[in-house]
């Protein structure tokens, strides 16, 4: 019997396509060029299965292009590039990868927390462009974090791991989640609503996945509450914020600054956000450790092979 087809939209860990390989004629779009729509349209047309990434559109025209599909498994626990409801429509189930990627966005929220209170990316720049000539009393002042306040914007497995680092930073807690069980919450942290959470909190860190409800959730309304000293981290989903208000804001130092991962529409920077020193920008590398990534790779072959098999996956989301 023939295996049944697997494409692959990118290269991933060799250890997870070592285990597709088991079970699937594996068919990996390996070049470091992106997927042209056209090709990706063909290459789907014969596949039973899917693994793609977050920056693949798995809209109705590419699940109709697919007649024998029965599993899209994305390499990510967000899935908003997933038409899921059609999917679910045409009994393809859709899979994701939640919980391997949980302490390493957060240690990623932290680390871009603590380069913005402490202004780590301008002081490297400054030695680097040999302008340190000794030490001083007015030098890069950045921020305290210990003993300040942290506002977490959606409390799922990523919003707490970052609330347990702040306990160690001797921090208050406040967060907002309309979804969330404040009984299923330590109960030192404060539920808050979202004004309230950009009048107090010293730093705020969004983690809600990317919905109707939360595109914009953060825009010039919020920042108008937000103080001169406020940072904001965003290592979610770039549309949560709406980035023209967001440059606004840094730029007439309405807030201190912020650490952004995402943006509103990648790959684009703009070039507004380029030019500010108040913000440090990554390439949406939130879950990328060596680690992580493979045990993402990993789960994201088991869901796509167990949905084959026709067993429950270890994550599907519909
Ligand atoms: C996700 O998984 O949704 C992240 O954005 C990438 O790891």
Same mark, same amino acid.
């Given at each position: 019997?023939?295996?049944?087809?697997?494409?692959?939209?990118?290269?991933?860990?060799?250890?997870?396509?070592?285990?597709?390989?088991?079970?699937?004629?594996?068919?990996?779009?390996?070049?470091?060029?992106?997927?042209?729509?056209?090709?990706?349209?063909?290459?789907?047309?014969?596949?039973?299965?899917?693994?793609?990434?977050?920056?693949?559109?798995?809209?109705?025209?590419?699940?109709?292009?697919?007649?024998?599909?029965?599993?899209?498994?994305?390499?990510?626990?967000?899935?908003?590039?997933?038409?899921?409801?059609?999917? %679910?429509?045409? $009994?393809?189930? /859709?899979?994701? @990868?939640?919980?391997?990627?949980?302490?390493?966005?957060?240690?990623? +929220?932290? #680390?871009?927390?603590?380069?913005?209170?402490?202004?780590?990316?301008?002081?490297?720049?400054?030695?680097?462009?040999?302008?340190?000539?000794?030490?001083?009393?007015?030098?890069?002042?950045?921020?305290?974090?210990?003993?300040?306040?942290?506002?977490?914007?959606?409390?799922?497995?990523?919003?707490?791991?970052?609330?347990?680092?702040?306990?160690?930073?001797?921090?208050?807690?406040?967060?907002?989640?309309?979804?969330?069980?404040?009984?299923?919450?330590?109960?030192?942290?404060?539920?808050?609503?979202?004004?309230?959470?950009?009048?107090?909190?010293?730093?705020?860190?969004?983690?809600?996945?990317?919905?109707?409800?939360?595109?914009?959730?953060?825009?010039?309304?919020?920042?108008?509450?937000?103080?001169?000293?406020?940072?904001?981290?965003? %290592?979610?989903? $770039?549309?949560? /914020?709406?980035? @023209?208000?967001?440059?606004?804001?840094?730029?007439?130092?309405?807030? +201190?600054? #912020?650490?952004?991962?995402?943006?509103?529409?990648?790959?684009?920077?703009?070039?507004?956000?380029?030019?500010?020193?108040?913000?440090?920008?990554?390439?949406?590398?939130?879950?990328?450790?060596?680690?992580?990534?493979?045990?993402?790779?990993?789960?994201?072959?088991?869901?796509?092979?167990?949905?084959?098999?026709?067993?429950?996956?270890?994550?599907?989301?519909?």
């Amino acid at each position: 019997m023939p295996k049944p087809k697997i494409f692959v939209t990118r290269n991933i860990p060799q250890p997870a396509l070592d285990r597709l390989e088991e079970v699937f004629d594996v068919s990996v779009h390996a070049s470091g060029a992106s997927l042209g729509r056209e090709e990706f349209l063909r290459a789907v047309e014969d596949a039973d299965a899917l693994l793609c990434l977050l920056t693949d559109s798995i809209d109705k025209e590419l699940l109709d292009a697919a007649p024998k599909l029965k599993c899209v498994s994305n390499l990510a626990v967000g899935y908003n590039n997933i038409d899921v409801r059609y999917a %679910t429509q045409k $009994g393809i189930a /859709v899979c994701n @990868t939640p919980g391997v990627l949980t302490e390493t966005t957060a240690d990623l +929220a932290w #680390a871009l927390l603590m380069a913005c209170a402490r202004r780590l990316v301008e002081a490297d720049k400054y030695v680097r462009e040999s302008r340190f000539d000794g030490w001083g009393p007015l030098l890069m002042l950045g921020v305290d974090v210990h003993g300040k306040t942290l506002g977490v914007i959606g409390m799922g497995r990523i919003g707490r791991a970052v609330a347990r680092r702040a306990e160690g930073f001797g921090m208050r807690v406040l967060w907002f989640d309309p979804k969330a069980d404040p009984g299923s919450m330590p109960p030192e942290y404060e539920r808050t609503d979202l004004e309230n959470l950009c009048l107090q909190a010293d730093f705020i860190s969004i983690h809600a996945p990317l919905t109707s409800d939360t595109r914009h959730l953060i825009g010039a309304q919020q920042f108008a509450l937000m103080g001169p000293k406020t940072i904001l981290v965003n %290592t979610a989903r $770039g549309p949560i /914020v709406d980035e @023209t208000a967001l440059i606004k804001a840094l730029q007439e130092k309405k807030i +201190a600054a #912020a650490g952004l991962d995402v943006y509103e529409r990648e790959p684009e920077v703009p070039a507004e956000l380029l030019a500010l020193d108040n913000a440090v920008l990554l390439p949406h590398i939130g879950s990328a450790s060596i680690e992580t990534r493979t045990q993402m790779a990993l789960m994201a072959a088991e869901n796509a092979i167990a949905v084959i098999n026709g067993q429950e996956p270890p994550a599907r989301v519909n």
